[in-house]
Nanobody, 125 residues
Framework: QIQLVESGGGLVQAGGSLRLSCAAS????????MAWFRQAPGNDREFVAA????????NYADSVKGRFTISRDNAKNTVSLQMNSLKAEDTAVYFC??????????????????WGQGTQVTVSS
């Protein structure tokens, strides 16, 4: 239904910051919830943060709460993830996801129907 493209990944020292962006194209709607997940080598994909397009609700994994901030720009069909105070354990491929049927209770668990290709984030300690 929609296509997602992530950008902004790279290499950063521990304690530094990065901002990831996700651009949506195709059949886009303002009522799509959007989220960020990440996957480190050998690990399962895990939830990072999510935001509701209509309600403005946000949800964060405990591991990133207070350090990461998710935001949206519906006019540009984009979602961003500001990552501060980065740690070595934040190293992973970060994926953008979107779905029109996500509720507040399912923002972290999904399922999300649409996914981007991922962008690499590497944090050196």
């Amino acid at each position: 239904q929609i296509q997602l493209v992530e950008s902004g990944g790279g290499l950063v020292q521990a304690g530094g910051s990065l901002r990831l962006s996700c651009a949506a194209s195709g059949r886009t709607f303002t009522n799509y919830a959007m989220a960020w997940f990440r996957q480190a080598p050998g690990n399962d994909r895990e939830f990072v943060a999510a935001i509701s397009w209509n309600g403005g609700h946000t949800n964060y994994a405990d591991s990133v709460k207070g350090r990461f901030t998710i935001s949206r720009d519906n006019a540009k069909n984009t979602v961003s993830l500001q990552m501060n105070s980065l740690k070595a354990e934040d190293t992973a491929v970060y994926f953008c996801a979107a779905d029109p049927w996500i509720t507040f209770a399912t923002m972290a668990s999904g399922p999300y129907a649409n996914w981007g290709q991922g962008t690499q984030v590497t944090v050196s300690s």
